[in-house]
């Protein structure tokens, strides 16, 4: 059963000739040669999107890219400190804030104390 599921599997992604045994292919090959049956995945072509889905693609890879160049600039600077202040949770460093400056980041790293 468990062999079928894959075959069958493998044949609607295309992979069956060069997965499936002889055998399996000889089975297989008038169904795959039959035309795709109205309303079935293989026959539906997903639409194009509209502008408005373009859009939130477009801000969503921007925010994506800002995150990584925020969690990379704290990677880095915290690399930096960290063959500074050997210690950071001793010296009082409780956190850290990045901030996006033209073509680069600041990161700017606190302590607890009045300083």
């Known amino acids: 059963m468990r062999s079928k599921l894959l075959l069958g599997a493998l044949a609607a992604t295309g992979f069956a000739a060069a997965a499936a045994p002889a ?14 049956a109205a309303g079935t995945a293989a026959s ?11 859009a939130r693609l477009v801000a969503a890879a921007t925010r994506g890219r800002l995150l990584f160049e925020l969690a990379r600039a704290a990677q880095l ?33 606190y302590a607890d104390g009045a300083d």
């Open 23 to 36: 055998s399996a292919q000889a089975q297989q090959a008038p169904a795959a040669q039959a035309p795709a």
């Open 44 to 54: 539906r072509v997903a639409p194009p999107p509209t502008a408005e889905e373009r």
């Open 77 to 109: 600077t915290t690399q930096d400190m960290l063959t500074r202040v050997p210690d950071p949770t001793a010296a009082g460093v409780t956190g850290w804030v990045a901030t996006p400056e033209g073509n680069s980041t600041t990161v700017v790293y």
